[in-house]
Each structure stands twice: as C-alpha cells, then as structure tokens.
C-alpha cells in the first residue's frame, strides 16, 4: 500500500497565481479530509468528503479556496488567486470510517511570494 | 467554535526517561481521541487512542490517560528515545456523526530527547 499520495510536494508560486494540489487517497477509503498547517495556527482542517460528497466546508478560509472530489481516488484543492498568506503546508488524509484508521499524506509545502 | 488545546509547547527530557505530554479539550460531546506524531518533514502519524467510555488504554512504551471531569487528556512515554523526538498533537472527534467525522487538533507539543 502505497499510503496517500499529494503532489507536488513542493510549490512555489507567484502572488495571484493559481495553485491546485493533489492527492490520492488510500484504495477503499471512502473519507478524504483536506488540512492546513502552521506555526502559528497549528493544524486545520479546511474541507472533508465523504464517498465523495463533501460533509463540510466551514474551515475553507475564503473563496479563493475550493476543493473537489470527481472520484474516490482522487482529490484537488485549489487557490485562486493565491496570496503569500496562503503559504503553509497542506496535508490531505484519508479514512475508512473508523476515525483511527486516518492516514496522512506527506503533504504539500506551498510558498506564494 | 470549541479547539483542543495543549498546556506545553515544548518539552526536553534525557534518553531513557518518562515523558508526560498534556492537553485539554473544551468540547464535552467528543468521545474518541488520538494522539498523533509528526517529525520534521512528514505527515502525522497516529499512535494511540481511547474512547470516552475508558480512563485509560496502553501501548507499546505509551499510555494515554483520559480524565473527562476536568477535559484532560495526556500522553505518557515511557523510556523516552532519541526517536520520539517530534512534535505530538491531540485530536478529538465525536464518532456518533452518521455522516462522517473529522479530528479537531490541538498546536502541538515539540518533544526534544537529548543523549
């Protein structure tokens, strides 16, 4: 098993620029959660799904942010247009109902200069 | 909205001690809590967790100490090695959420194991 797969795993991007991560979850999973990381916010959950339908969405910070699900194996957040606020670490992870069966990615360090 | 949140920001010990890592929660409808490691450069890992029905649970080298009366939770390590050297989070979800469920984390906590 391969775990969960997000790409890039690095992204450095100009101020306005659009910025789509990537992830793939665990086969079989049927929940994926979308998480930013900060020093000074700790971990946030931004957006999760649920056999594919997103559950809830209050943790997007603003409409710049979208996230998408066309498929259980597959996942996109997007930034648009992306601000240097935005820079973070983005993990996306997934689980099979049972919450301790949560897999992270390694996750996806953006920089917006 | 309710977080959970953690007392230490940093902890040191010496290789071969016991380390005690703390957190608080505020939301008393959560049942089900995780403690989860993360080292530099990687996603978070889960380690142990315990449902609000039981006090304590046990691992190997971990315990995880649940007191719902005052909304605290703790991390113990028993023989601390240089491996445990991460930054530990808490999470806490409530699991009776037919539509799925999602883990409130905590800051975190830096674990720093000296030889």
């Known amino acids: 098993d391969a775990g969960v797969i997000q790409s890039p795993r690095h992204e450095v991007t100009e101020m306005g620029q659009e910025v789509t991560l990537r992830c793939k979850p665990i086969?079989?999973?049927?929940?994926l959660f979308w998480y930013r990381q900060t020093m000074m916010r700790g971990l946030e959950l931004l957006i999760y799904?649920?056999?594919?339908?997103?559950?809830?969405d209050s943790g997007m910070p603003e409409d710049r942010f979208s996230a998408k699900m066309p498929n259980a194996s597959f996942s996109t957040l997007k930034i648009q247009p992306s601000e240097p606020r935005d820079s973070a670490v983005y993990f996306c992870?997934?689980?099979?109902?049972?919450?301790?069966?949560?897999?992270f990615g390694s996750g996806t360090r953006l920089t917006v200069v | 909205g309710e977080n959970v949140g953690l007392h230490l920001p940093t902890l040191s010990v010496q290789e071969g001690d016991n380390s005690i890592i703390n957190c608080a929660y505020s939301?008393?409808?959560?049942?089900?809590f995780i403690w989860y490691k993360q080292e530099s450069g990687k996603g978070p890992q889960f380690i142990i967790d315990?449902?609000?029905?039981?006090d304590k649970r046990q691992g190997q080298r971990v315990t995880v100490l649940l007191n719902k009366t005052v909304k605290h939770l703790s991390l113990q390590i028993a023989a601390t090695q240089p491996g445990d050297s991460a930054v530990y989070f808490c999470?806490?979800?409530?699991?009776?959420?037919?539509?799925?469920?999602?883990?409130?984390f905590g800051k975190g906590t830096t674990l720093s194991v000296s030889s």
């Open positions: 992870a997934s689980s099979l109902g049972v919450v301790e069966g949560y897999t």
């Open positions: 939301n008393s409808a959560s049942d089900y």
């Open positions: 315990i449902r609000s029905n039981m």
């Open positions: 999470a806490e979800t409530f699991v009776a959420n037919q539509a799925g469920t999602a883990l409130i």
């Open positions: 086969s079989g999973h049927n929940s």
């Open positions: 799904f649920n056999n594919n339908v997103p559950i809830d």
